[in-house]
């Protein structure tokens, strides 16, 4: 499966932006999915996951109550909506999947390209 992430941009703190992660190829394996995030000068780290159904979902600390990861199966589409966004949740954002359509990561098989997503204060 190919990946292709979009949405990210520069936003001030308190903003909200939606990404999305279009997959394409064998999209009718049940994946589960994720979201992973990698700030300037640190090391990747796991943001948000959700099964193959969409009826179960993981989350960071940091971005519970504020981010929403969610899945349309129709457009073969994953999002990760973020809200209240801080200055900490700067960073190249990557989508992932993995075959295991119950995991919630933070381990992923297939990458997509990152999305830079900037928050000023």
């Known amino acids: 499966v190919q990946l292709q992430a979009s949405g990210g941009g520069m936003v001030q703190a308190g903003a909200s932006l939606r990404l999305s992660c279009a997959a394409s190829g064998r999209t009718d394996r049940r994946y589960s999915m994720g979201w992973i995030r990698q700030p300037p000068g640190k090391e990747r780290e796991f943001v948000a996951a959700?099964?193959?159904?969409?009826?179960?979902?993981r989350y960071l600390d940091s971005v519970k109550g504020r981010f929403t990861i969610s899945r349309d199966p129709a457009k073969n589409t994953l999002y990760l909506q973020m809200n209240s966004l801080k200055p900490e949740d700067t960073a190249v954002y990557y989508c992932?999947?993995?075959?295991?359509?119950?995991?919630?990561?933070?381990?992923?098989?297939?990458w997509g390209q990152g999305t830079l997503v900037t928050v000023s204060s």
């Open positions: 959700i099964n193959w159904s969409g009826d179960s979902t």
């Open positions: 992932a999947a993995d075959p295991n359509g119950y995991g919630l990561g933070p381990d992923y098989i297939y």
